[in-house]
């Protein structure tokens, strides 16, 4: 019988597991080296992508969601004239799920130079947890991060009408989520998302083979597939066809095909994966496409 | 994203978290208690481990060849979810020099988080065994039958998988009071394992899974 209390008990208290956590595959930093980082990163960009160095400040920023009573601090680079962000068009880059801004610093180096060096500002930040950012991700941390970066912006000067968010990956979340809902600091106007992933139940459903309610092991709310629904700003969606990670016909066909806005457009890029939409597809071609969608939508 | 999200539990794992039950029916009356633990193997890091779930099983002996059952997952438990499996082992045909006794297993898998998330799937299982020497040990061999009943899944999608099928090979050692069993199971092979965030190591590369379990029964 004490077999049975002991077991039934384990049972009960030890019901609040969730997979919750393993989106964030986060690293810590004692420092950022950025463009001297020498770890592992998707791609390296020769010296034609070259920032100057006065073009990049890297910088905290206080993050607050509005029920927190206080706020964390976390870290954020932006490359650009700061001074200029009052005309300037800002694309505010929305990382993965791992590591830190010294792995995607390669990729925000990359946008920099859309259409020509520094045309585009570019804004990145290390989420709650990642690199030296204070505190612990999350999916609230997630907005309420992405959102301090854009008040930042806003007090530099920034407007909605030039404010264009990027999305990679996890990244998608936020940028699709603040695109989707005209409650944050600024209201993007035009979103592109790299390799979306839907929604977690379908990240569940393709794991397990089966219709499994995600429920079942997440409470992850984050569902890019239901608010790309209310996107009605320019979409563009690029995603690798042979992404081994998050599949192009269950996920990011998914978000591109429930938008309902004033404009779409979608970028299959055959051969690529997860992570190698830019190597595969040449760095200018890729930038061509971001750059004439940012300038033409 | 990496490959670490979602490691611990969707898997092709839901239908593979436990070895066979009962494959040679209980003594008329006998009762069983069965703890296994195993599951597909993964990539973890740089290592290759088997999903760690644990299911508890019930047995009891209706007759010489019929024995009921009760499962719990206890890992899906950790996860806030009823998982619980009922059925049943039915021995058709007796051993007779080297043909094997024949057993088959229909069952009702359930799984429960809350009144939005809830799901039953049959299975059926066939078994075919060898027993051999004085403790009465044997091998085993069968086929597992798990049957999706939803026609769509999230956003709609259509429900590709409806019947997924996996073969174990496995052995059990006899005692009086006990039995020890290991068993490998060949997942879903005809399923792709592909452009999943779930990194499965199994022979057949990147078809289905491969699966070890141990199992420990006490009989009384």
Known sequence: ??????????????????????????????????????????FRLDYNYAIPDSMVHLFTLPSQASDESSATTIYAVYIGNISEITTDTVIMYCHGNKDHMDFYWQRAKLLANTKNKNRFGVMMIDYRGYGMSEGKPSEKALYADVDAALKWLKNKGLTNDRLVMYGFSMGTAPATK??????????????????????????????????????????LQINNGEEIKKVQQPFFWIHGENDDFLSINTHGSVVYNNYQ???????????????????????????NAVGDFICTH | MYKRLFI???????????????????????HAANVSLGGPLIKFGTATIPIPFITATYGY???????????????????GNVQLELGA??????????????????????????????????????????????????????????????????????????????????????????????????????????????????????KGAFGIYFGYTRKF
């Open chain 1, 1 to 42: 019988m004490k077999r049975i209390i002991l077991f039934v008990t384990i049972i009960l208290l030890s019901s609040c597991l969730r997979l919750d956590d393993n989106l964030f595959n986060e690293s810590k930093l004692s420092e950022y080296k950025l463009e001297n980082y020498t770890g592992e990163v998707d």
């Open chain 1, 178 to 219: 603040i695109t989707a809902n005209n409650n944050y600091s600024l209201f993007p106007a035009k979103l592109l998302l790299e390799a979306p992933f839907a929604s977690a139940e379908v990240m569940v459903q393709d794991g397990s083979g089966l219709a499994l309610p995600g429920s079942t092991v997440t409470d």
């Open chain 1, 261 to 287: 806005g004033t404009y779409k457009e979608q970028h299959r890029i055959p051969g690529a994966e997860h992570s190698t939409i830019q190597t595969v597809m040449g760095f200018s071609n890729y930038l």
């Open chain 2, 8 to 30: 611990a539990f969707c898997c092709l794992s839901i239908y593979s978290c436990a070895p066979s039950h009962f494959v040679k029916p209980l003594e008329k009356k006998q």
């Open chain 2, 61 to 79: 002996g209706i007759d010489s060849t019929l024995t009921g059952f009760a499962s719990v997952n206890v890992t899906s438990a950790l996860y």
């Open chain 2, 89 to 206: 082992t039915k021995q058709l045909l007796k051993q007779k020099n080297y043909w094997p006794a024949v057993s088959f297993n229909p069952v009702v898998n359930f799984i429960y988080h809350d009144k939005n998330a809830y799901k039953i799937y049959p299975q059926l299982d066939l078994n075919a065994f060898w027993e051999y020497g004085k403790r009465k040990n044997f091998f085993y061999i069968g086929v597992d039958n798990w049957f999706e009943l939803s026609s769509k899944k999230a956003f709609d999608l259509k429900q590709q998988n409806k019947w997924l099928v996996s073969s174990m090979i496995g052995h059990t050692f006899n005692g009086k009071k006990w039995n020890f069993n290991i068993e490998a199971k060949v997942i879903a092979p005809h399923l792709s394992n592909k452009d999943i965030v779930v990194d499965y190591q199994t022979p057949l590369r990147d």
